[in-house]
């Protein structure tokens, strides 16, 4: 069993930068997929960005670019950097760890067993 814990989420303007972080209570690498998703009301939970048991990275086409994940593997940690923020970025963000079959699956939710609560990202 894997616990997941997010923090970092808060209120931002256009353009500003955020960072999330995703505490994990077990050794992740090699072990699980580890990924963030994020969700907005009445719309399904979209993949961001992935970091597979290979320690390669998979990103939402969309968000390539901006945003870019780190695995610090002697905290356990998945950081989440978020760069020009716009507000169309406004969801809870989750930790999510996980054993995707294939991989064009990485960034589907329902691949994924182990999830955080969730942290809020809010851009104006």
């Known amino acids: 069993h894997v616990q997941l814990v997010e923090s970092g989420g808060g209120s931002v303007t256009t353009g500003e930068s955020l960072t999330l972080s995703c505490t994990a209570s077990?050794?992740?690498?090699?072990?699980?997929?580890i990924g963030w998703f994020r969700q907005t009301p009445g719309k399904e939970r979209e993949g961001v960005a992935a970091v597979d048991i290979d320690n390669s990275t998979v990103y939402a086409k969309s968000l390539k670019g901006r945003f870019t994940v780190s695995l610090n593997n002697a905290q356990n940690q998945l950081d989440l950097q978020m760069n020009n923020l716009k507000p169309e970025d406004t969801a809870v963000y989750y930790c999510?760890?996980?054993?995707?079959?294939?991989?064009?699956?990485?960034?589907?939710?329902?691949?994924?067993?182990?999830w955080g609560q969730g942290t809020q990202v809010t851009v104006s």
């Open positions: 999510a760890a996980g054993h995707p079959k294939y991989e064009y699956r990485v960034l589907s939710s329902s691949d994924y067993t182990y």
């Open positions: 077990n050794y992740l690498h090699g072990r699980h997929f």
